[in-house]
């Protein structure tokens, strides 16, 4: 069983930078795709970031912003020059697809517990 715990969450003024950390754990054949979703309130999840062995993938609104990195079975996701928008619970991600067309929900199957970002303007 795969298991993801993020921490590094927190509140920051727009402007300032965070940085995620997801320690997964588990088969390694069942998370091949690591991401970063995210989910504001009101809203629905919507992939940040995706990575596996061959592809990264950032949603164009946070692109130049936000990176993500991964080592061993650390996840990572820088986050700079942070606004207001970027307020939601973000979570970390792991599937054993090896494959993904688009950095999307349907590419994971196991889902950490998610950590809060607030951005204040």
């Known amino acids: 069983q795969v298991q993801l715990v993020e921490s590094g969450g927190g509140s920051v003024q727009a402007g300032g930078s965070l940085r995620l950390s997801c320690k997964a754990s588990g088969p390694s054949n069942s998370r091949r795709n690591l991401g970063w979703f995210r989910q504001a309130q009101g809203k629905e999840r919507e992939g940040v970031a995706c990575i596996n062995p061959t592809t990264v993938m950032i949603a164009e609104s946070v692109k130049g912003r936000f990176t993500t990195s991964q080592d061993n079975a650390n996840l990572y996701l820088q986050m700079d020059r942070l606004k207001p928008e970027d307020t939601a619970t973000y979570y970390c991600?792991?599937?054993?697809?090896?494959?993904?067309?688009?950095?999307?929900?349907?590419?994971?199957?196991?889902w950490g517990q998610g950590t809060q970002v607030t951005v204040s303007s």
């Open positions: 991600a792991a599937g054993g697809a090896g494959w993904m067309s688009a950095c999307a929900e349907r590419y994971y199957s196991y």
